[in-house]
């Protein structure tokens, strides 16, 4: 494994996380257009959800055969072919004349999105190794972080120059830029020696293996629906900021910037916390603190009917504390089930994860963002599996030890000392 040239050791943190950033943008810039696109098209609320859940669900298909297709062909052709493609949908989605060939070209989107996430992850592994990659995945989630605040932000300055039509030119400029950068400017990481031969089948058998693993249900279910919790209220950000708070399409980091601190404060609390305090203890201090954020969602709910800023947004910034507490760590001990297919966990972890957000995008969005109550009690719901499968997992993986063995250096074990 060499190291990059000193330039591309610079630009490569900002080139992942413009990568990484696709994902945020398709979803939270459009947001301000929703009264827009429904008027032009004349659909309702319930139907606009369904512009986040198409495409979320052609992110997570396409997500399980990013990396493997970049296995076989090298990092960077994936990547250059993902954001041109996207590219080619954003000017489809600029000039439908329907709403079902807008959705098609969401679900187009969604399967070409998914490219530079999945394969940049590959690539920081493939460039550096333990303390340097870690620190180079941090400084790609903390740049990545403020994406979900600009994203509406920049959705809500486009609309005045070109109305909906202009999210979707500037989506087009944005991957074209990137998809040049990325052509320019990134190192192939995966040379011809050590690619693989891309086969579906044998893809799909040693997913299917996954799932004659005990453990690894407990572990996939706890890390999905964790963010799921958060995602509700993420994807109800159109009916909770211009409905139930009655602001303008230029409010809504009201919304996303108490997630966005939430989130970075979590992920770098949880790094603090790695070499000083057990697994058993981060994992617990996490669900101790969605559980505190979730209590005070229903009790806010109930005491303000009508929600009120900024008290009603808060406890998003404690439920985006827990979910990265906890995250990490529910990751690292899924992955570590199976030593030599991480990669392939990681494509079903994403899956999962992706598929559970389509459904809380397509389905309970829209049944339940028509009160603060039901969003509350709705990702409350969704914690409490959380905890529950957490604790499923501490009964199932408990093993015998000797006298006096604590249960949180078991759990350690089993991330330092993979089965």
Not at 214 to 239: E, T
Not at 250 to 260: G, N, T
Not at 404 to 409: Q, W
Request: hydrophobic share 55%; glycine share 8%.
């Amino acid at each position: 494994m060499n190291p990059p040239p000193r330039a591309a050791r610079r630009s490569l943190p900002w080139l992942l996380a413009a990568l990484s950033m696709i994902g945020p943008f398709s979803i939270d810039a459009i947001f301000p257009a929703f009264p827009l696109i429904g008027a032009h098209f004349q659909v309702d609320s319930a139907a606009l959800q369904q512009l986040i859940s198409v495409y979320l669900l052609t992110y997570a298909a396409m997500s399980l055969f990013h990396g493997a297709i970049s296995d076989a062909i090298g990092r960077k052709p994936v990547m250059v072919a993902g954001m041109l493609v996207y590219a080619l949908a954003s000017v489809l989605a600029a000039v439908s004349t329907s709403f079902a060939m807008l959705l098609a070209c969401r679900a187009l989107q969604g399967a070409c999105a998914g490219a530079g996430l999945v394969v940049g992850r590959a690539v920081i592994r493939d460039t550096f190794e333990g303390p340097a990659a870690q620190r180079l995945m941090s400084q790609v989630m903390m740049i990545f972080g403020v994406s979900p605040v600009i994203a509406p932000m920049v959705g809500a300055w486009l609309l005045p120059l070109g109305g909906w039509h202009g999210i979707f030119w500037f989506l087009l400029l944005f991957t074209l830029l990137l998809s040049a950068a990325v052509a320019i400017w990134l190192e192939e990481s995966h040379p011809p020696a050590r690619r693989t031969t891309f086969a579906v089948r044998p893809l799909l058998a040693g997913y299917l293996s996954f799932g004659r693993d005990r453990p690894f249900w407990p572990l996939l279910i706890s890390s999905s629906v964790n963010f799921a919790g958060l995602f509700l209220f993420i994807a109800s950000a159109p009916r909770i900021v211009l409905e139930l708070l009655h602001l303008s399409a230029q409010d809504f980091p009201w919304l996303f910037v108490p997630v966005v601190v939430g989130l970075i404060s979590g992920a770098w609390l949880s790094g603090r916390l790695a070499d000083r305090r057990s697994v058993c203890f981060t994992v617990n201090l996490g669900y101790a603190v969605m559980l505190l954020a979730c209590v005070l969602h229903v009790s806010l709910a109930l005491a303000l009917p009508q929600p009120r800023l900024p008290w009603s947004m808060l406890p998003l910034v404690l439920h985006g504390v827990g979910v990265q507490l906890a995250f990490p760590t529910l990751t690292l001990l899924l992955l570590d089930r199976f030593p030599h297919l991480r990669g392939g966990i990681s494509s079903v972890q994403a899956f999962a994860s992706l598929l559970l957000s389509s459904l809380v995008a397509g389905v309970l969005s829209p049944l339940l963002s028509s009160t603060m109550l039901s969003l509350s009690l709705g990702s409350s719901t969704l914690t409490l599996i959380g905890v529950l499968s957490w604790y499923w997992y501490g009964r199932i993986s408990r093993v015998p030890k000797a006298p006096g063995l604590a249960r949180d250096v078991e759990l350690q074990a089993q991330i330092t000392e993979p089965r």
